[in-house]
T-cell receptor, first 113, second 109 residues
Framework: EAQVTQNPRYLITVTGKKLTVTCSQN?????MSWYRQDPGLGLRQIYY???????DKGDVPEGYKVSRKEKRNFPLILESPSPNQTSLYFC????????????FGPGTRLTVL | EDQVTQSPEALRLQEGESSSLNCSYT??????LFWYRQDPGKGPEFLFT???AGEEKEKERLKATLTKKESFLHITAPKPEDSATYLC??????????FGSGTKLNVKP
């Protein structure tokens, strides 16, 4: 089944404790992206990647890191999480770099205490 | 600055009562305008892509249209199962995406 998977789905952590949220897609998509969704603010793009080893900042990259060493995986890293990073995170992928619909993962709900 | 504004924030309709959702946008080179549906606790689900002014696309009770400044999602004779949050997004020339904050639609039987 074609899908985008994220792990974990739920995570409660404390300020400053490094964490990684994994994202994987099995559709051989070129473009992958991370978003955070907050009430009233909608989805905001954190980072995106147009291909292996190519990543770019989205609208809200501060406090996050990403890497794209393989085409299928695009992990999101929070080196030192803070409470303002408490949010619902979505990973997405699309076949081509531009003009194609994105397929979204199920989301990761992160709480930073 | 690229941005997307959706209105209204929330919309309550009776079953069968047609209406339209609005998406106004400013973008530095439009690569595509996208409509998604999002159910509570789930990731957005793709509905339509529009590429140029004048384009229209239809799917069941939904029809999306595009001008140079806005897009409309027309819902004809909605059913309770159409209740969801509808999201509009644009992709710009730098391949970045910008989403609106969505319209929460509630269709009552």
């Amino acid at each position: 089944e074609a899908q985008v998977t994220q792990n974990p789905r739920y995570l409660i952590t404390v300020t400053g404790k490094k964490l990684t949220v994994t994202c994987s897609q099995n559709m051989n998509h070129e473009y992958m992206s991370w978003y955070r969704q907050d009430p009233g603010l909608g989805l905001r793009q954190i980072y995106y990647s147009m291909n292996v080893e190519v990543t770019d900042k989205g609208d809200v990259p501060e406090g996050y890191k990403v890497s794209r060493k393989e085409k299928r995986n695009f992990p999101l890293i929070l080196e030192s999480p803070s409470p303002n990073q408490t949010s619902l995170y979505f990973c997405a992928s699309s076949l081509m770099t531009s003009g194609n619909e994105q397929f979204f993962g199920p989301g990761t709900r992160l709480t930073v205490l | 600055e690229d941005q997307v504004t959706q209105s209204p924030e929330a919309l309550r309709l009776q079953e069968g009562e047609s209406s339209s959702l609005n998406c106004s946008y400013t973008v530095s080179g439009l690569r595509g305008l996208f409509w998604y549906r999002q159910d509570p606790g789930k990731g957005p689900e793709f509905l339509f892509t529009l590429y140029s002014a004048g384009e229209e696309k239809e799917k069941e009770r939904l029809k999306a249209t595009l001008t140079k400044k806005e897009s409309f999602l027309h819902i004809t004779a909605p059913k309770p199962e159409d209740s969801a949050t509808y999201l509009c997004a644009v992709q710009n020339n730098f391949n970045k995406f910008y989403f609106g904050s969505g319209t929460k639609l509630n269709v009552k039987p």
